[in-house]
């Protein structure tokens, strides 16, 4: 079993927000493995919403924390002790402000580059060795007048739908890839 763990911060008020990106990623998941059939609900438990499946042949826990972006360790750490998981099966995605938008990275361990929802997952596990998946979310003239925490929390403008929304299918083939055939492989492709 793994866990692939989204990152966002909950209420709809955050719901397209480029801190979001996680939990979209999820969500495509979701949808793609609704239109095979399959009726899924998420659960509220261990302070996140999670939701069991079978994606790839691979029975996953979907995992978005519900404790807002900065405390996110805690809901990752409570999971993983529960399925007494090995952290090489846990798969992080989240936005990275400093990949522009449309680029993904995947990476099998590292620190967490500034990303507040990545310290609180690093402090609670106590360790950066666990894979994750980075998606771009820079905009260089949006943060001509936005700071960093601002920046984050905008939605993504019109003119970046289209990008957002082919990335975000990229991250799924990406998941595939990985459940597949492993992260080295995924890394030469999609990296």
């Known amino acids: 079993m793994d866990i692939i763990v989204g990152l966002g911060n909950p ?3 955050y719901q397209n927000s480029r801190h979001n990106i996680g939990f979209s990623v999820l969500e495509k998941i979701v949808a793609t493995v609704s239109n095979a059939g399959h009726n899924l609900k998420w659960k509220k438990k261990f302070f996140a919403c999670i939701l069991n499946l079978k994606f790839q042949d691979k029975d996953l826990i979907l995992v978005k ?4 972006m900065n405390l996110s360790g805690r809901a990752v750490k409570d999971i993983t002790d529960y399925y007494n998981i090995d952290y090489s099966q846990l798969l992080v995605i989240y936005d990275d402000f400093h990949l522009p938008l449309g680029r993904i990275r995947i990476k099998e361990r ?3 580059g500034g990303h507040h929802g990545m310290d609180s997952i690093i402090s609670y596990l106590q360790s950066e060795d666990f894979p994750r998946l980075r998606i771009g979310i820079r ?3 949006l943060l001509e007048n ?3 925490s601002d920046f984050v929390l905008t939605n993504f403008l ?7 929304e082919n990335t975000i299918t990229r991250a799924v083939q990406a998941v ?3 459940l597949n055939n492993g992260y080295q ?3 030469r492709e999609f990296n």
């Open 110 to 112: 590292g620190s967490s």
């Open 139 to 141: 905009n260089d003239r």
């Open 158 to 164: 019109p003119e970046e739908k289209e990008v957002v």
């Open 185 to 187: 492989i995924a890394m």
């Open 176 to 178: 595939e890839e990985i």
């Open 11 to 13: 209420g709809t008020q």
């Open 65 to 68: 924390p519900q404790t807002f």
């Open 146 to 148: 936005l700071d960093y």
